[in-house]
């Protein structure tokens, strides 16, 4: 059994500045770093680092063949990978002193995906394996009918939430995982079990992980609901706490480990990846999670 991750890779430009450019500003930085991000990026590396089998699928440009060679150190397969005209995506990210942010995103290569790349892709795959789906790359719709003309289970993490989202087919999916934002703009609904019901009733079939923050995470099946607490931590940076879930949570559920204990090792690993700075780099290994 395989999981395929189809999905953005990402370098992220980070600018220190004082506040943010107004229209007709020039701001100094205070400080620069370059990061790979990208949400499939990193649930690829917290699936690797959970120790789940992965292979990662997307679009990179030239500048972007160091996120292949990161993810290969990680253990990912990337032997899928593809190598377009377009530039990679990036995200031009400006952080406040107070830790606000304010992001530009270019899809650049995510936004390039070819129709017959995703079909070569896919037709490695079959019966049993599983598909991962985000929002950050063109041809969801598409990717929906090939994984399930293959008979891939689907797991989509509908984020970010966009129009184009809002009026697709989802009715293939067989498990979504989402954050709070998302449930609301997935259900008009702002209260957890609202969100789930509401879910319910429109993805019978679907299991749905719904996670809460600091405040833990929710999973639904067929009837059943379980709640797992998050682990009490100080929490310096929370930027990768879903992706890290996510990928543990898959990692165990590939594993046969009950929606219960899954959800408490995706919760321990969240705790460790919030009490440190960065995304992709603050993912923890599965040896730490104990
Ligand atoms: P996202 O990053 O997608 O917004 P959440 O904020 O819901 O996702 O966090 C996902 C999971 O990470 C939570 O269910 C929880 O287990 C863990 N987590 C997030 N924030 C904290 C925190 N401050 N302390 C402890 N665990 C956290």
């Known amino acids: 059994m395989k999981i395929l991750n189809f999905g953005s890779l990402n370098i992220d430009h980070v600018y220190a500045v004082e506040h943010f450019a107004a229209p007709g500003e020039t701001v100094s930085v205070r400080s620069y770093q370059k990061n790979p991000g990208g949400k499939g990026l990193n649930q690829s590396v917290a699936l690797a680092r959970a120790g789940a089998p992965v292979c990662h699928a997307g679009g990179i440009g030239e500048d972007g063949r160091h996120l292949a060679a990161l993810l290969s150190a990680e253990g990912v397969d990337v032997t899928h990978l593809v190598v377009t005209d377009e530039p990679t995506g990036h995200a031009v990210i400006q952080v406040a002193p107070d830790g606000q942010n304010c992001i530009l995103v270019c899809a650049g290569a995510n936004g390039a995906i070819p129709e017959g790349y995703m079909r070569s892709v896919l037709s490695c795959f079959g019966e049993g394996d599983w598909l991962l789906l985000q929002n950050e790359v063109a041809g969801l719709s598409t990717l929906l009918t090939l994984a399930k003309e293959r008979g891939m289970r689907v797991i989509l993490n509908p984020s970010p939430i966009t129009e184009a989202l809002l ?23 702002r209260e957890p079990s609202a969100m789930l019901n509401a879910l319910a009733e ?24 379980t709640y797992c607490p998050a682990c009490p931590v100080d929490a310096v940076d929370t930027t ?51």
């Open 167 to 189: 009026a697709a087919d989802l009715s293939a999916v067989d498990c979504f995982l989402f954050n709070e934002t998302e449930g609301f703009a997935l259900t008009g609904e």
């Open 202 to 225: 429109r993805y019978p079939r679907a299991e749905i992980v719904l996670t809460l923050g600091a405040d833990g995470a929710f999973w639904q099946a067929d009837g059943e609901r």
């Open 240 to 290: 990768a706490a879903g992706d890290t879930f996510t990928g543990y949570f898959l990692a165990a559920r590939a594993e046969g480990a009950s929606p219960a204990d899954a959800l408490s090792l995706a919760a321990r690993a969240a705790a460790i990846a919030v009490t440190r700075p960065g995304t992709a780099e603050s993912v923890p290994y599965r040896h730490e999670v104990g």
